[in-house]
């Protein structure tokens, strides 16, 4: 008796691992973004997704979206399981756009610490890729015409935080960008 059960699992053994591949192999998954939709991806800002590719690491199969930023002309990869954890996401909605307009017409507030420090600040709230922490640097590095001029390293970072805001505010409301910096650059003088 005991050849007898030897048999019946190693019969039983292939017959349980064939179910177990034929549920692996025609594996469809539902993606959190679709080609050509517009995402922001934190550090980088506004791009499309142009693909979604599959490469081999180290004998790993890894699913990659494509993200293409045309005025940088970069491309960049990012694993379809770690878009979330990047911070990439989906084009902000024409809601909290308002709320960041509503954010730049505010009093800037700017602290009373060293350059470094602020710049620092300001940089984090760039690459957070939240509009409403960019609008709030836009708002407090903006001049008005009767304002001293900005200092260099200002300018470069107040130039980022309006490139950003604008590529995604031009996204949103389907404008190009410099109608959109003509928009963003009428509610500024006003404030």
Not at 95 to 116: F, P, Y
Not at 143 to 166: C, F, K
Request: charged share 30%; glycine share 4%.
């Amino acid at each position: 008796m005991a050849k007898s059960t030897t048999k019946s699992k190693a019969t039983a053994k292939p017959a349980a691992k064939k179910p177990v591949k034929a549920k692996a192999s025609p594996r469809k998954r539902q993606f959190a973004f679709s080609i050509d939709e517009y995402v922001v991806y934190p550090t980088h800002g506004v791009g499309k997704i142009t693909g979604i590719e599959e490469q081999e690491f180290a004998g790993a199969s890894l699913q990659l979206f494509v993200v293409d930023f045309d005025k940088e002309k970069m491309t960049l990869r990012v694993p379809v399981t770690k878009a979330d954890q990047t911070g990439m996401r989906s084009l902000s909605s024409p809601e909290k756009m308002k709320t960041a307009l509503a954010t730049l017409k505010g009093r800037a507030r700017v602290k009373r610490t060293m350059w470094s420090r602020r710049a620092q600040e300001y940089e984090a709230k760039i690459n957070s890729g939240d509009p409403l922490s960019i609008a709030e640097v836009v708002r407090d590095l903006h001049r008005a015409t009767g304002q001293p001029e900005q200092s260099y390293s200002e300018r470069q970072i107040y130039e980022a935080a309006l490139d950003r805001l604008v590529r995604e505010f031009a996204a949103v409301e389907g404008l190009d960008e410099e109608q959109a910096t003509e928009r963003l650059e009428k509610v500024l003088q006003a404030a």
